[in-house]
């Protein structure tokens, strides 16, 4: 490698300091993992003072994207390698008290076609707080 890294940016608009600083607790206690999309840190758009997450580029595109392409080319030991990366990233997710709040097939990425990287912690909270409500659930 010639040192240099791709990452992702991800732009947020933040509403309340309190979301933002979820969102930023959560992504540095999780992405210790390999299935956990990486965190590098957050800077600032000076023209708007919108805040930007740096985090890990997955080269893969989303799982339900990956699926709807390639469901009848992969074997079944495919499927269940994918399936058991999802399960161990939600365990580490758990052990480490986070409870995601919005998992589904657009916040799965895939890199390198065969690694899971588990996204979009904004909802995401630690399983000691009070419950989300209901109406606050998006990507369904």
């Known amino acids: 490698m010639n040192g240099k890294r791709t990452v992702a940016l991800k732009s947020i608009v933040v509403t309340t300091t ?20 990486g965190f590098y840190g957050i ?4 023209k708007n003072n919108e805040c930007i997450l740096v985090l890990e580029y997955a080269n893969g595109g989303t799982l339900r994207d ?4 390639n469901f009848e080319k992969l074997e079944w030991s495919d499927k269940l390698n994918l399936a058991l990366q999802i399960v161990k990233a939600i365990e580490h997710l758990h052990s480490n008290d986070i409870i995601h ?8 990425l895939l890199h390198d076609e065969d690694t899971i990287k588990i ?4 909802i995401s909270r630690l399983s000691t707080e009070s419950s989300i ?6 990507g369904q």
């Open 119 to 122: 996204s979009d912690f904004g």
């Open 101 to 108: 709040g919005d998992l589904h097939s657009k916040n799965i």
């Open 18 to 37: 309190e979301l933002f600083v979820n969102e930023l607790n959560q992504y540095s206690r999780a992405s210790s993992h390999e299935n956990i999309i």
């Open 43 to 46: 800077s600032q758009d000076s």
């Open 133 to 138: 409500d209901s109406k606050m659930l998006w």
């Open 66 to 69: 990956h699926l709807k392409s």
